[in-house]
């Protein structure tokens, strides 16, 4: 069989594939899959018969489409994301823009609700609240080590090259957010993320000039979080144990043809993979790196996650929000120049909450009255509140909330037992 013949048949299989499963996008297929080679083909074949893309399909399926609808949107996707196709849009631009937009269209109802879901486990919830002094206990410790909570609970993230590389960036943990939101689709060792449909998430429009200046932030932060692990403990029925350290990449972070590729270390994507995911604001992703809003909004989202259904799911004290926006000097800084708290911690922490759109609350005292936070000066007053909130259209889990009291009900009567 000649390589003409092979390629004629190979063209063949894929169009029979996409007819079965998108025949009002036959035609608009395949132009492009005349001008794709053997391997390309195969490739792109073989990525549309794999779980990844059943994977997406469900996923459109899930959130309202019908079956057939739901396959076409998986291949559209395919098409546009798919390392087998960038050749032909290197040099289609304009038919890249129609399909883009095609596909936008399609699924702009779920790109536009104000929650999506990432995948989340210790560590990446514990990197995104990393406080302010871990950073510099990191770039102090001659190993790079920055420790985050205690006892059993508590994580060391081994920065390594931190002194090359430069402490981690909120626009880091923006790049890694954006990575799991698109791992939470997939659940794939291989995640992508187009730089246009990124700088998109973060509310930057698509500019030559904006693109040239995101794609150097991403290369930057893709240098600092590959080279971050992180050692914490596992517990083995009721005991915990030193797991050792793992890094969170798997060896592949680059941008190629536009696109973003992340590749997870396989044995930290597992718990990735099985972890109920966290409902997380999109908002979230558009606030300024420079304040400490996307730390608290983050925060606050992840606070939700593990305490839905329980007394305090919408409480946190001042303390230890304060603890989560590392934009503010503490204030032992802000005494050591004689500066005034009021202006340097209070007042810019209400403006970080106040930049959070969806965020409703009200400030309290020790005694539970409510404060007026313009009124508040006194930086003792100000660390003993508590904020009482609620967060607009945030999704309910009442099923979870359920399952979660049964699992502890469960728990309960088997340490009352004497049964591990």
């Known amino acids: 069989?000649?390589?003409?013949q092979e390629k004629q048949q190979r063209d063949e299989k894929l169009l029979g594939y996409l007819a079965a499963h998108a025949p009002e996008d036959l035609e608009g297929y395949k132009p492009i899959v005349s001008f794709m080679t053997v391997d390309e083909v195969a490739g792109l074949y073989a990525y549309l018969k794999s779980p990844l893309a059943k994977r997406v399909a469900q996923i459109y399926r899930v959130k309202g489409k019908e079956e057939k609808k739901s396959e076409s949107l998986a291949i559209m996707f395919a098409f546009l994301t798919s390392e087998h196709t960038a050749r032909y849009w290197k040099s289609h631009k304009g038919l890249y823009d129609a399909l883009q937009q095609a596909f936008t269209a399609e699924w702009g109802k779920y790109a536009n609700e104000p929650y999506t879901q990432i995948a989340q486990n210790p560590v990446t919830n514990a990197l995104a609240a990393i406080p302010r002094n871990a950073i510099q206990l990191m770039l102090d410790s001659p190993d790079g080590i920055a420790t985050i909570g205690k006892g059993n609970s508590r994580i060391d993230f081994v920065f390594r090259e931190a002194a090359e590389n430069g402490a981690l960036k909120t626009q880091d943990n923006m790049l890694l957010?954006?990575?799991?939101m698109e791992f939470q689709k997939t659940k794939q060792p291989m995640t992508t993320l187009s730089l246009e449909d990124y700088?998109?998430?973060r509310g930057r429009e698509v500019t030559a000039s904006n693109r040239r200046e995101m794609r150097k932030e991403?290369?930057?932060s893709l240098g600092r979080l590959q080279n971050i692990g992180a050692t914490f403990n596992e517990r083995v029925r009721r005991e915990f144990y030193k797991r050792g350290n793992i890094r969170l990449n798997g060896g592949t972070a680059i941008i190629r043809n536009s696109v973003i590729y992340w590749n997870w270390n396989e044995t930290f994507m597992e718990s990735l993979q099985i972890m109920p995911p966290l409902d997380y604001a999109r908002?979230?992703?558009k606030l300024d790196p420079r304040t400490g809003a996307y730390r608290l909004s983050r925060f606050l989202d992840a606070h939700i996650r593990r305490n839905e259904g329980k007394p305090n799911e919408n409480?946190?004290?001042v303390a230890k929000l304060l603890e989560v926006d590392d934009s503010l000097p503490t204030i032992e800084e802000v005494r050591a120049k004689r500066n005034s708290p009021k202006?340097?911690?209070i007042d810019p922490f209400f403006r970080d909450l106040d930049s959070i759109d969806r965020l409703l609350y009200v400030v309290t005292d020790k005694?539970?009255?409510e404060l007026d936070p313009d009124g508040i000066a006194d930086y003792v007053t100000f660390t003993g509140c508590k904020i009482e909130f609620s967060l607009e259209d945030h999704p309910a889990n009442a099923e979870r909330i359920a399952a979660r009291k049964k699992r502890e009900e469960k728990a309960s009567k088997t340490g009352k037992n004497g049964k591990a």
Request: proline share 0%.
């Open 315 to 317: 409480i946190l004290t």
């Open 199 to 201: 700088m998109r998430m």
């Open 1 to 4: 069989m000649t390589q003409e």
């Open 177 to 180: 957010d954006a990575l799991l």
């Open 343 to 345: 202006k340097r911690i």
């Open 283 to 285: 908002e979230t992703l």
């Open 367 to 369: 005694d539970g009255h």
């Open 218 to 220: 991403v290369l930057e």
